[in-house]
Protein backbone atom coordinates (compact mmCIF):
# COMPACT_ATOMS: atom_id res chain seq x y z
CA UNK A 1 0.00 0.00 0.00
CA UNK A 2 1.75 2.98 -1.16
CA UNK A 3 1.68 5.48 2.00
CA UNK A 4 3.20 8.75 3.07
CA UNK A 5 3.48 9.47 7.22
CA UNK A 6 4.10 12.88 8.41
CA UNK A 7 5.39 13.28 11.86
CA UNK A 8 6.97 16.20 13.93
CA UNK A 9 4.55 18.54 14.27
CA UNK A 10 3.25 20.24 17.51
CA UNK A 11 3.40 23.36 19.84
CA UNK A 12 6.10 26.20 19.37
CA UNK A 13 7.10 29.67 20.81
CA UNK A 14 8.24 31.96 17.98
CA UNK A 15 11.33 32.05 16.94
CA UNK A 16 11.02 28.26 17.29
CA UNK A 17 12.55 25.22 15.30
CA UNK A 18 10.47 22.14 14.47
CA UNK A 19 11.90 19.38 11.98
CA UNK A 20 8.72 17.47 9.92
CA UNK A 21 9.18 14.06 8.58
CA UNK A 22 7.29 12.46 6.01
CA UNK A 23 8.34 8.94 5.62
CA UNK A 24 7.44 6.85 2.72
CA UNK A 25 5.37 3.12 2.47
CA UNK A 26 5.20 0.65 -0.36
CA UNK A 27 7.25 2.78 -2.54
CA UNK A 28 10.49 4.23 -3.03
CA UNK A 29 11.22 7.84 -3.04
CA UNK A 30 14.36 8.09 -5.02
CA UNK A 31 12.10 9.02 -8.46
CA UNK A 32 9.53 11.02 -7.05
CA UNK A 33 9.39 14.70 -6.20
CA UNK A 34 8.45 15.75 -3.06
CA UNK A 35 6.68 18.43 -1.90
CA UNK A 36 5.19 20.48 1.43
CA UNK A 37 1.97 21.74 1.26
CA UNK A 38 0.12 23.95 4.01
CA UNK A 39 -3.70 24.93 5.16
CA UNK A 40 -4.15 27.68 7.81
CA UNK A 41 -8.03 27.76 9.30
CA UNK A 42 -9.70 29.52 7.04
CA UNK A 43 -7.39 29.66 4.26
CA UNK A 44 -6.72 27.64 1.08
CA UNK A 45 -4.03 25.18 0.39
CA UNK A 46 -0.49 26.59 -0.64
CA UNK A 47 2.68 24.91 -1.48
CA UNK A 48 5.79 25.64 1.30
CA UNK A 49 8.71 23.55 -0.29
CA UNK A 50 9.22 21.17 -2.94
CA UNK A 51 12.42 18.89 -3.73
CA UNK A 52 12.72 17.11 -7.28
CA UNK A 53 13.76 13.80 -8.00
CA UNK A 54 17.11 15.31 -9.08
CA UNK A 55 17.90 17.29 -5.51
CA UNK A 56 16.39 20.53 -6.92
CA UNK A 57 14.84 22.44 -3.97
CA UNK A 58 12.03 25.21 -4.54
CA UNK A 59 10.40 27.53 -1.30
CA UNK A 60 7.39 29.28 -1.20
CA UNK A 61 8.73 33.06 -0.87
CA UNK A 62 7.00 33.32 2.70
CA UNK A 63 9.51 30.61 4.03
CA UNK A 64 12.32 30.91 2.05
CA UNK A 65 15.18 31.79 4.31
CA UNK A 66 13.68 30.05 7.37
CA UNK A 67 12.84 26.27 6.05
CA UNK A 68 14.92 23.46 4.67
CA UNK A 69 13.81 20.48 3.02
CA UNK A 70 15.93 17.80 2.34
CA UNK A 71 15.72 13.77 1.56
CA UNK A 72 16.88 11.09 2.70
CA UNK A 73 16.49 8.04 0.18
CA UNK A 74 18.05 5.50 2.61
CA UNK A 75 15.77 5.96 5.19
CA UNK A 76 12.71 6.56 2.21
CA UNK A 77 12.09 9.79 4.30
CA UNK A 78 12.19 14.03 3.47
CA UNK A 79 12.09 16.39 5.99
CA UNK A 80 11.39 20.21 6.43
CA UNK A 81 13.45 21.89 8.54
CA UNK A 82 11.73 24.90 10.04
CA UNK A 83 13.53 28.12 11.81
CA UNK A 84 12.63 31.04 13.18
CA UNK A 85 8.96 29.85 13.13
CA UNK A 86 6.17 33.10 12.89
CA UNK A 87 2.04 32.62 13.69
CA UNK A 88 1.65 33.10 10.63
CA UNK A 89 3.20 29.51 9.62
CA UNK A 90 0.42 27.76 11.75
CA UNK A 91 -1.17 25.38 9.68
CA UNK A 92 -1.96 21.74 9.05
CA UNK A 93 1.51 20.81 7.10
CA UNK A 94 1.13 17.56 4.26
CA UNK A 95 3.57 16.11 2.55
CA UNK A 96 2.85 14.63 -1.11
CA UNK A 97 4.91 12.82 -3.74
CA UNK A 98 4.21 12.57 -7.71
CA UNK A 99 6.76 10.06 -9.86
CA UNK A 100 8.07 13.18 -11.49
CA UNK A 101 11.57 12.39 -12.77
CA UNK A 102 13.43 15.74 -13.59
CA UNK A 103 14.72 19.10 -12.36
CA UNK A 104 11.61 20.55 -11.52
CA UNK A 105 8.55 19.58 -9.28
CA UNK A 106 5.18 18.78 -10.75
CA UNK A 107 2.18 20.97 -10.93
CA UNK A 108 0.05 18.25 -9.47
CA UNK A 109 0.89 15.34 -6.99
CA UNK A 110 -0.65 11.96 -6.72
CA UNK A 111 -0.41 10.55 -3.52
CA UNK A 112 -0.84 12.75 -0.19
CA UNK A 113 -0.02 12.51 3.91
CA UNK A 114 -2.82 12.93 6.75
CA UNK A 115 -1.10 16.13 7.47
CA UNK A 116 0.66 17.71 10.89
CA UNK A 117 -0.26 20.10 12.98
CA UNK A 118 2.19 22.99 13.51
CA UNK A 119 1.00 25.67 16.17
CA UNK A 120 3.09 28.57 16.66
CA UNK A 121 2.09 30.36 19.78
CA UNK A 122 3.20 31.78 23.04
Known amino acids: QVQLVESGGGLVQPGGSLRLSCAAS????????IGWFRRAPGKEREGVSCISSRQMTFYADSVKGRFTITRDNTKNTVYLQMNSLKPEDTAVYYC????????????????WGQGTQVTVSS
Open 96 to 111: AADRYYGLECPADFGT
Open 26 to 33: GFTLDSYA
